[in-house]
């Protein structure tokens, strides 16, 4: 008799309950029963600030490390071109949101959630200090990656690709599953401080601009890529929609590897380009994710009247393209990578965290479907360029 197969909730689902739940508890629960959620996503955050600076460190370090093994000068003009499509992404977010959204992110709006009640206190709080700060992580995990790959060493290469897998797992088992009882919580506290109509009212409005962004970035890319490539660009776009799609269900990068090889094929893009590019730019290449991000940061922090400032955003971005190198091919993955950027370069406080967590999850699958989108433009690129070469 077969095994019946298991039906399993995806986190978008149970996000989407959590944020239900803390609604309805923020109003209607007993205030005791509202501080039990707040007492678990207070300890629940304090493990978030000790495991973010040891995220970064088994990743990055493990992401430089593999990429110093890879093809010499094709793996170097690979990885530059996802970089300077990051940048592009992330800066053409931040002057995309800096011009629509103080249309619908109003002082009004800043002002309702400054006058907000205060927020429910915990019943006891554990502290969790980290091991190291989180700057202090990224130098280290650039020296130690950059060390790794230049010695070749086998023995450190292999501790740092376990040391990845260790935080994986916490990623996987721990941090993911208790996500959305975070989540519950930290609505909990919106809705019983006022804050919650204010924080809706904005963001369906946000991931509009951001959902729009993502599909225009494709376009651009898909743009220059089949220009440089003297692709039909109707054609490929008509052939990256089962990519798109496969990624939008699977909200993995990793997981749509094999259909985005599948549509290179279709496109033209030569075995030995498409094989290389496109499963090495599924850890490399986050313009989705960085549009997200970026734009979702403006958002909270125009609502929590934090100056934003091109300088902030312009080391926020650069450091968003390097600490997301391999993150977790698990959902929300790259958020979780980011942070820590987040809270050194920005200067987010725990609960603007906690809402970046929400928001950025309720999309993650519009994030993904642009990432691996664009991995095909960086592959025309790719092709074209080492072609150019074979025949000089």
Known sequence: MAEE???????????????????VLGSFAPVWLDRVFVTFTSIFGNFLGFIIPLIILGFVTAGIAELGTGAG?????????????????????????TSFLPSFITPESASSIAEAAADLEPFFKVEMPAVMGVMTALILSFILGLGISVTKS????????????????????????????????????MTYTGQVTTVFSVFWKVFLVVIAMHLAMIVIQFVIGCTISKKNIFKCLKIQITAYVTALGTQSSAATIPVNVNCS??????????????PLCATVHLSGSTITLTTCALAVMMLNGVPVTLTAFAGFIAMLGITMVAAPGVPGGAVMAALGVLETVLG?????LALMIALYIAQDSFGTACNVSGDQAIAMLVDTIQGKQSDK
């Open 5 to 23: 197969k298991k039906f399993k909730l995806g986190l978008i689902p149970r996000i989407i309950i959590g944020i239900i739940v803390g609604l």
């Open 73 to 97: 000068k094709l793996l170097g003009i690979t990885v530059g071109l996802a970089y300077c499509f990051t940048l592009f992404s992330g800066f053409t977010a931040y002057f995309v949101g």
């Open 154 to 189: 086998e023995p450190l290469r292999k501790a740092a690709e376990d040391f990845q897998k260790i935080i994986s797992k916490v990623i996987e088992s721990i941090i993911i599953p208790l996500l959305p009882l975070y989540i519950v919580g930290v609505f909990v506290n």
């Open 265 to 278: 094929e279709k496109m033209g893009i030569s075995k030995g380009i498409r094989e290389f590019v496109v």
């Open 348 to 352: 987010f406080t725990e609960p603007m």
